[in-house]
């Protein structure tokens, strides 16, 4: 078993939670019933909150703290950028605190729930190829 197995899980999790909530998307259900989507985005926010909190306890001090300038590097580099998408998930979460909130703008949802999701999976697939290949190779 590889030392970054678990986070690999952890962002299959994540990326088929948010598959179930694209699923979703479509503006006239959005507008009669949003509280699958709402349930699920709640889901979502909570184990990426976990899976975070865990990289921040268990995988960055470690690298932060490597003999090799370059593994601190690219760690100080990804903790800086997932510092901008934490953010961006949390304001566009707080956006949305109710499925009546979802129902009652619905396209903008949809659009603000693409535009995150892309950056996320953009930054799992990031993580997955590049940090935690080299996390696995130490």
Known sequence: MGRTDDFRAKHQELLSI?????????????????????????TLAGKLGMHLAVEDRNLYPELLNHDDENIRATAKRFIDEMGGIADAFKTYVN????????QDNPGDFITETKGIFNALAARISKEDNELYSMVDKL
């Open 95 to 102: 956006k949305w605190p109710h499925s009546k909130t979802i």
């Open 18 to 42: 948010a598959s179930q909530i694209s699923d979703q998307l479509d503006a006239s259900k959005l507008a009669e019933d949003a509280k699958q989507a709402r349930s699920l985005l709640s």
